[in-house]
């Protein structure tokens, strides 16, 4: 099995930038669909963005226009630059792969490995 390791949360005010990195440990190459979902106190987990093998992106209406998803194979990272932060943004940021699936789906189900979360916190 192996390890996503995400960094770069920490406290802003609305309309400041964070960018979230992701760490792959014991892959070899990111050939597999990967993600950012978000959870908020007392909410559901939801998808934030997805980046498949072939580099195609998805991102949920919300933040569409402020947050972009990126990857670098070569640095095994998963990146999501997020611009332009809103209170409603407050959450806890996961790192997610489905290992053996090249094209993504945005469930939560769909995704076997996680990391341990980022908190990212925006004040008005």
């Known amino acids: 099995q192996g390890q996503l390791v995400e960094s770069g949360g920490g406290s802003v005010q609305a309309g400041g930038s964070l960018r979230l990195s992701c760490v792959v440990s014991?892959?070899?190459?990111?050939?597999?669909?990967m993600a950012w979902f978000r959870q908020a106190p007392g909410k559901e987990r939801e998808g934030v963005a997805t980046?498949?093998?072939?580099?195609?992106?998805t991102y949920t209406d919300s933040v569409k226009g402020r947050f972009t998803i990126s990857k670098d194979n070569a640095k095994k990272t998963l990146e999501l630059l997020m611009n332009s932060l809103e209170p409603e943004d407050t959450a806890q940021y996961y790192c997610?792969?489905?290992?053996?699936?090249?094209?993504?789906?945005?469930?939560?189900?769909?995704?076997?490995?996680w990391g341990q979360g980022t908190q990212v916190t925006v004040s008005s």
């Open positions: 997610s792969a489905a290992l053996g699936r090249p094209r993504c789906v945005a469930d939560r189900d769909y995704f076997g490995t």
């Open positions: 014991v892959f070899a190459y990111l050939t597999y669909c």
């Open positions: 980046i498949d093998t072939f580099g195609s992106t």
